[in-house]
């Protein structure tokens, strides 16, 4: 079986993500630390330092790489299929999308919180909540 | 640390990096200098909250969601402090939520999975309409318009030294900790808001820089639900509100924080002064 890669970013900072579970084997985890998204971001010592030790914990599975997160990810994950922690941060799918013009790519979401129906007014909070209420308990 | 196969890697910066030891924080903060020369000289400082999911689990095992319902508007109330981990995937809402099942009646956890969704709502509308992040979701209902409202953060906002002393003691937090409780994000917003006139994005931009729990959705739409621009109405209060939900060792004394002082009638004829009178 041909390598799979997982790419876990910012969001997705656990080895408890179903995109490990999900990843057909043998996979290989990176984490990009991408300075200049970083600034882009203005984060500060203490954000990074967070992250930083998150990382920590992560090593023994994720290794974790220096650079542009585009560039480095084409060049990783040259010849197998990407699975990817499924994020809302637009500068993370537009990359995404990029790299599956060439590869196969995956994205595993994190497991469900609530499950509301497709219908859901979402332009109040608690018009949300009254139809997801019973999902946030775990009934549905 | 997992090596990647060697043929498959050939940019300059292909080699993992080898991160410092949990245990040498000194060794962690010159190593993410390193590798973010963009970071200023003076940005030195670093929080007590650590991440790691053994922090986080530590933290899990604490929470108390019978009187999280009963105190969490209260800075020093029984609030979870699990945003940063929430934030960066170390922890899933959807564990958390099993874990207060595992340790209350539905009742008693209801409000803290209630404020969960908060997070949920917020992420979802962020993935439909990303724009809304940094442009105004509607008009601000203050009387005044977006032009009304400065661009930038003067400094004393940003280094703590308003004058107002439980303004600055919040900011102080968000400086030294990266922390700050729910109802004294909502006080420091709307103070930036409403009572300096600033636009709401400068002061999202700056607590994202500093927050460890910064999130793009949960905090740049809190900021226009207090901003109005994302709600019906602004949001505002006054020192006797903020005494109501400090601890005594908040300076919230009259003469430190005259600014705030008032009924909710007079602040808001101060800070709106082109809305009809409220009734
Ligand atoms: C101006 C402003 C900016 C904010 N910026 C952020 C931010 O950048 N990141 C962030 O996670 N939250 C933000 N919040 C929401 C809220 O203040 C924090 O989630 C909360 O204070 C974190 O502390 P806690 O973990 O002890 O929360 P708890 O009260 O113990 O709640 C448990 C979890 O539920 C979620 N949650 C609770 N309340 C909210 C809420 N109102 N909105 C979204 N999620 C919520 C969080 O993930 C939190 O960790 C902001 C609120 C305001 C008013």
Not at chain 1, 35 to 56: G, H, M, P, V
Not at chain 1, 81 to 91: C, F, G, Q, R, W
Not at chain 2, 4 to 31: M, V, W
Not at chain 2, 74 to 85: D, E, F, M, Q, W
Request: net charge negative; proline share 5%; with cysteine.
């Amino acid at each position: 079986m041909s390598q799979s890669y997982i790419w876990l970013h910012e969001d997705s900072l656990s080895l408890d993500h179903p995109v490990f579970s999900h990843a057909s084997e043998p996979s290989c985890a990176v984490f990009i630390w991408d300075d200049a998204y970083f600034e882009r971001q203005n984060y500060s010592l203490k954000r990074l330092t967070f992250i930083y030790e998150c990382l920590i914990g992560l090593q023994e599975r994720v290794a974790v790489y220096q650079g542009d997160t585009e560039t480095l990810l084409r060049n990783i994950c040259v010849d197998g299929k990407l699975y990817v922690a499924d994020t809302p941060n637009p500068i993370f799918l537009e990359i995404i999308g990029k790299i599956a013009q060439n590869n196969v790519v995956e994205i595993v979401k994190d497991k469900p919180f609530i499950n509301a129906p497709d219908d859901v007014d979402m332009t109040r909070f608690f018009r949300f909540w009254n139809r997801s209420r019973k999902s946030a308990f775990g009934f549905e | 640390m997992t090596l990647l196969p060697q043929k498959k890697t050939n940019s300059p910066q292909s080699e993992p990096l080898n991160l410092a030891s949990f245990d040498d924080r000194a060794a962690i903060t010159a190593h993410i200098r390193q590798l973010c020369p963009y970071l200023d000289d003076e940005d030195m400082t670093i929080s007590a909250t650590r991440g790691h999911k053994n922090m986080a689990l530590a933290r899990l095992s604490e929470i108390d969601p019978e009187n999280y319902g009963k105190t969490r508007n209260h800075i020093g109330g029984k609030v979870t402090r699990l945003s940063p981990y929430i934030r960066h995937g170390v922890l899933s809402l959807a564990d958390i939520r099993d874990v207060i099942m595992s340790k209350v009646k539905i009742r008693d956890g209801e409000k803290l999975i209630q404020q969960m969704a908060w997070r949920e709502y917020w992420q979802r509308l962020y993935r439909v309409n990303p724009e809304i992040i940094w442009q105004d979701a509607e008009d601000y209902k203050t009387g005044f318009s977006a032009q009304d409202y400065a661009d930038d953060l003067p400094e004393d906002i940003a280094k703590g030294r308003t004058g107002v002393s439980c303004i600055d003691a919040f900011i102080g937090e968000l400086l030294e900790q990266g922390t700050m409780h729910n109802h004294a994000r909502l006080y420091v917003a709307a103070y930036i808001c409403h009572w300096r006139r600033i636009k709401w994005q400068a002061g999202a931009r700056f607590f994202l820089s500093h927050l460890l729990d910064g999130d793009p959705a949960s905090n740049n739409l809190s900021w226009q639900w207090v901003a109005s621009t994302f709600s019906h109405k602004p949001y505002y209060y006054n020192l006797e509100n903020v005494q109501t939900f400090s601890p005594d060792t908040l300076d919230t004394s009259q003469e430190n924080n005259a600014v705030l002082m008032g009924t909710y009638e007079e602040v808001y004829v101060r800070l709106f002064p082109n809305l009809p009178t409220p009734e």
